[in-house]
């Protein structure tokens, strides 16, 4: 336990002095984690799973050994990263659905998805796009994580979905999002931005008259 001297205690309530002491460290550890969390996601999703902790700890101006303190290993901290790419992009879609006319929600994630903004922003885009080719390869207590975060992601879009049962629409919820991360992928591999654009506007059009478009 660290030694620290209290301040003049005059004028200052001492029980409140004492239990504030008390809880801001579990709180500063709270903190500490997430902002380690919130790098680590945004690294991993630009530069993949392969950074190391000591390169990550380095860019929060903390040690090595301090990372140990908030994960067991580097994988737990891949899952927990993963995690919160996955909020991210919840969060990115509902912001899109909140904005679409009704009827046109599905057309709107889509558009969304496959936009020039999304395209570029890779450190905080969808971890599916970034990450997949490498996930494979991840022990698999990280890749049942992806699973689980998959599976919710295809379900929520699955709402959107026409078809005439649950698992029909959850099934083609799941070839979308799987189709529109591959066209992400590639489109942020390739080095020329007229090609990049088209890729996506076509990957767009197609999606949304396969998808969204009722007949």
Known sequence: ???????NLDGIDEMTYI????????????ETRARIVHAASRRFRRAGAG???GQL??????????????????NALLVAALTQGFEEMRARMSMAIAKAAPGRELEA???????????ADSSGGCPVAALASEIAR???????????AIQQSTSRMAVYMTGDTEEDRRRKAGVLFSGMSGTLSVARAV???????????AGRKIYIEAFARKT
Request: some cysteine; proline content about 5%; overall charge positive.
């Open 1 to 7: 336990m660290c030694d620290v001297t209290p301040p």
């Open 19 to 30: 239990i504030s002491s008390m809880r801001y460290p579990a709180e500063h550890k709270e």
């Open 51 to 53: 950074v190391g902790i």
């Open 57 to 74: 700890m380095k860019t929060l101006k903390m040690t090595h050994g301090g990372f140990y303190r908030h994960f067991k290993s580097k």
């Open 109 to 119: 994630i889509i558009e969304t998805y496959l936009s020039d903004q999304h395209c």
């Open 138 to 148: 991840q022990p698999r207590a990280v890749r049942a994580e992806f699973d689980r």
């Open 191 to 201: 080095s020329d931005d007229d090609l990049r654009r088209r890729i996506l506007a």
